[in-house]
């Protein structure tokens, strides 16, 4: 079976969301055993019902089993936002997918081991996608990166080659903040950069992604409430653009109203 369109809804859906243009790769050997990665199982995402088309299901096992097999993309949400998720276990199926999906917002998480076969592959032809900057999370619970005592050869020492590219993380929990926090970020340059444009309604939208990933990252981090002053920012920018959308509605209504009658 051919990998399914991520651009094409799930049939039958009810929800009128925007998807963001945000595709997440899970590249991994062990990502289908039932005893790995059980907080993203568990916790992290929903994943559509096919039967319902509603969110009630937690991603798990039998899910990303589906995903491997069938070669396709699930539909997973984060609380009101929705994202694809695609998990192999193949480089060269992975390699595949992401070339087909370039001119999206690509997020991939891979292990070490595979991540020193695919992350020189995609920086070489994938240049104008993965750029300096725009990171790569590699996933790994002992980075091995430096000799020393009693931890045997390096193994991700290649990693040292693409720090421009990388994100090395060893604790699921860190792995899950930090990408919540750069998926905030991202919604919001991207808002940022429809409000210069003038593309007030997708600014909004994106604002408001950005606020719910920015809730999300002081919830992850509990007492800390790193994010409570750009949240209260992010309100405000909310409500102005609000506003102004309603100004222009009612300037739009009022010249419809002045027109002379034939």
């Not at 992350?119 to 790994?140: D, K, S």
């Not at 992010?234 to 010249?255: F, P, T, V, W, Y």
Request: glycine content about 4%; aromatic content about 12%.
């Amino acid at each position: 079976m051919s990998q399914a369109d991520i651009r094409k809804a799930p049939p039958g859906k009810t929800e009128a969301i925007n998807t963001p243009n945000i595709f997440i790769v899970w590249l991994d050997e062990h990502i289908g055993k039932s005893e790995e990665y059980i907080i993203w199982k568990s916790s992290f995402f929903m994943t559509m019902d096919p039967t319902t088309n509603l969110y009630e299901r937690q991603l798990n096992k039998d899910a990303i089993d589906e995903s491997i097999r069938n070669e396709v993309c699930l539909y997973v949400q984060l609380d009101q936002v929705e994202f694809m998720f695609q998990a192999f276990v193949d480089i060269e199926k992975c390699f595949l997918a992401i070339e087909k999906n370039r001119t999206k917002r690509i997020i991939l998480i891979t292990s070490g081991s595979k991540g020193r076969i695919i992350i020189p592959a995609l920086v070489v032809n994938f240049r104008e996608t993965f750029v300096p900057g725009y990171l790569i999370y590699i996933f790994c619970a002992k980075m091995n990166m430096i000799t020393t005592e009693g931890a045997g050869d390096p193994t991700n020492e290649w990693a040292f080659d693409y720090l421009d590219h990388v994100s090395m993380q060893n604790h699921q929990d860190d792995l899950l903040t930090r990408l919540v926090l750069d998926i905030a970020t991202y919604f919001f340059e991207e808002g940022e950069r429809f409000e210069k444009s003038g593309e007030l309604d997708d600014a909004l939208k994106y604002y408001e992604w950005s606020k719910l990933m920015w809730e999300r990252y002081d919830t992850m981090e509990k007492k800390r409430n790193p994010m409570k002053g750009k949240i209260n920012k992010m309100a405000e920018r909310i409500d102005n653009i609000k506003q102004q959308l309603r100004s222009k509605k009612n300037n739009a209504e009022g010249d419809d109203i002045s027109q002379p009658c034939d």
